[in-house]
């Protein structure tokens, strides 16, 4: 969700939530939108933001990561 508009911004869909479904949703994110150098990518602490793959593709779309401290609940 793009916290200024209010509105989704990327998303897919799938009977699990791996690392390849959150991997599309990101890749489609990028292409879609094409985000300014610097944005600030947030999410929770699950396992596939964490992989090294996801975090390679924020690095490559020059986007900072933010994680949420555990055990905190969404706004």
């Not at 939530?17 to 094409?34: F, G, H, K, T």
């Amino acid at each position: 969700m793009d916290l200024f508009f209010r509105r989704i911004v990327g998303w897919d869909y799938g009977s699990t939530m791996d690392e390849e479904l959150v991997l599309a949703a990101l890749s489609r994110d990028i292409r879609d939108r094409q985000p300014e150098v610097g944005l600030i990518h947030h999410s929770e602490r699950g396992g596939q933001f964490a992989s090294r793959k996801y975090r390679a593709m924020l690095w490559r779309a020059e986007m900072f990561q933010s994680m949420s401290a555990a055990g905190t609940r969404p706004v």
